[in-house]
């Protein structure tokens, strides 16, 4: 089996590093470490103030990405739109499988997180975890909305959630 040409990013684009979001590749860098030469793409996560320098070679395998096309994003919207599916599993397991969807990257799951913690003003509060973990997915589906629209991170926001009271 041939092996896959490793993604190439380009400097000031922005890309999706799964475990932390949305990044923009700030400059494209050779480092050598004991003797062996690395290239190294140096990805800024504004939000997080975080910058990593992630060697090219380990693109694949960390899973990095190109921001979602605009068909993506559209159904991540579709998912928002859906009905709530709540599992009747205790809470700790629920909040581990949230968590592995926002981590995942992938719109659609992020989304899902999101519809399925989403509360009217009718329902019961969340919790503070509860809280935490929407925050979290709606912030990170945001920031990837916002980078793919060219829009502020709060619009964003504004249109994922008038998208769920829609619903």
């Known amino acids: 089996m041939a ?14 590093y799964p475990t932390h979001g949305v990044g923009r590749v700030n400059n494209i860098e050779t480092e050598t470490y004991e003797g062996t030469e690395l290239n190294l793409y140096v990805i800024n996560f504004e939000k997080e103030k975080m910058t990593l320098r992630v060697p090219i070679q380990k693109v694949e395998q ?29 809470w700790s397991r629920r909040a581990q499988e949230y968590e592995a969807k926002i981590n995942s990257g992938d719109p659609i799951s992020i989304a899902e997180v999101v519809r399925d ?11 503070y975890s509860e809280r935490q973990i929407y925050e979290s997915a709606i912030g990170r589906l945001a920031r990837e909305l916002a980078a793919v629209e060219k829009i502020d991170e709060e619009a964003a926001i504004e249109k994922l959630e008038e998208t769920i009271r829609a619903a």
């Not at 092996?3 to 999706?16: A, D, L, T």
């Not at 913690?117 to 919790?127: F, G």
């Open 62 to 90: 960390l899973n990095l990405r190109a921001l979602s096309s605009p068909e993506k994003m559209r159904s991540a919207f579709t998912t928002l739109q859906g009905k709530a599916r709540i599992k009747r599993t205790m």
């Open 3 to 16: 092996k896959k040409p490793v993604r190439k990013f380009r400097k000031g684009e922005y890309i999706v």
């Open 117 to 127: 913690l989403h509360r009217t003003e009718e329902q019961p509060e969340q919790s």
